[in-house]
């Protein structure tokens, strides 16, 4: 299968400072990248999604400002953490879709990032 | 608004045993996704089902599928310990994945 990657696996920073996730898909062209968030014990939820050369689509309640995705090339994607604060420490997972129609149009998960915020 | 409801959400079994996760959404799909989560870990694809009536198996995990009921199922065969994980249901709704709230399994001896 398809194979995503993401940088870095877990990350600690200090409250007020921005961090950057990196989603790469390695072997095949993400037209659409999806970006979530898991809380401990809970469930996946999209945060927004994003096409290649154009603006992500956030969903409700994800504040756009805080957390800026830039999907620059078809295989890679970023989410950036802005004036991180504890409430932002989560497990982000990241999630890479080819074209409709094609042999990677299923989604592909990375391994997510850990992010704990101090 | 597309809701995912997966029943139960904790599950205690002992080995050997049989056991049905079930999944039910709320509006129409024809994508509907069974993924594995270990602890600390990301997600592990299972099952892509694809059609209604759709059936796919491996090893002790057998998916279905009933798109008119808007029901799948994920069922459990002779549990072992190895199968203790999150399962997780998803969705598809044209662009992404909505999830169900997660089954934890906790198979015993």
């Given at each position: 299968?398809?194979?995503?990657?993401?940088?870095?696996?877990?990350?600690?920073?200090?409250?007020?400072?921005?961090?950057?996730?990196?989603?790469r898909?390695?072997?095949f062209q993400?037209?659409t990248?999806?970006?979530?968030?898991?809380?401990?014990?809970?469930?996946?939820?999209l945060?927004?999604?994003?096409?290649?050369?154009?603006?992500?689509?956030?969903?409700?309640?994800?504040?756009?400002?805080?957390?800026l995705?830039?999907?620059?090339?078809?295989?890679?994607?970023?989410?950036?953490?802005?004036?991180?604060?504890?409430?932002?420490?989560?497990?982000?997972?990241?999630?890479?879709?080819?074209?409709?129609?094609?042999?990677?149009?299923?989604?592909?998960?990375?391994?997510?990032?850990?992010?704990?915020?101090? | 608004?597309?809701k995912?409801?997966?029943?139960?959400?904790?599950?205690?079994?002992?080995?050997?045993?049989?056991?049905?996760?079930?999944?039910?959404?709320s509006t129409?799909?024809?994508?509907?996704?069974?993924?594995?989560?270990?602890?600390?870990?990301?997600l592990?694809?299972?099952?892509?089902?694809?059609?209604?009536?759709?059936?796919?198996?491996?090893?002790?995990?057998m998916?279905s599928?009933?798109?008119?009921?808007?029901?799948?199922?994920?069922?459990?065969t002779?549990?072992?310990?190895?199968?203790?994980?999150?399962?997780?249901?998803?969705?598809?709704?044209?662009?992404?994945?909505?999830?169900?709230?997660?089954?934890?399994?906790l198979?015993?001896?």
């Open positions: 299968g398809a194979v995503v990657s993401q940088h870095p696996s877990w990350v600690i920073c200090k409250s007020g400072t921005s961090v950057k996730i990196e989603c898909s390695l072997d993400a037209t990248m999806f970006w979530y968030r898991q809380f401990p014990k809970q469930s996946l939820m945060m927004a999604t994003s096409n290649e050369g154009s603006k992500a689509t956030y969903e409700q309640g994800v504040e756009k400002d805080k957390f995705i830039n999907h620059a090339s078809l295989t890679l994607s970023t989410l950036t953490v802005t004036s991180a604060h504890p409430e932002d420490s989560s497990f982000y997972i990241c999630s890479a879709r080819g074209a409709s129609g094609g042999p990677s149009f299923e989604q592909y998960f990375g391994p997510g990032t850990r992010l704990t915020v101090t | 608004e597309l995912v409801e997966q029943n139960p959400l904790f599950l205690s079994m002992q080995e050997g045993k049989n056991y049905t996760i079930y999944c039910n959404y129409t799909s024809d994508r509907l996704y069974w993924y594995r989560q270990d602890p600390g870990k990301s592990e694809s299972l099952f892509v089902l694809l059609s209604n009536g759709a059936v796919k198996q491996e090893g002790r995990l998916a599928l009933d798109t008119k009921a808007r029901l799948s199922t994920l069922h459990i002779a549990a072992v310990h190895d199968l203790s994980a999150t399962y997780f249901c998803a969705v598809d709704m044209g662009y992404a994945l909505n999830f169900g709230k997660g089954t934890s399994l198979v015993t001896p």
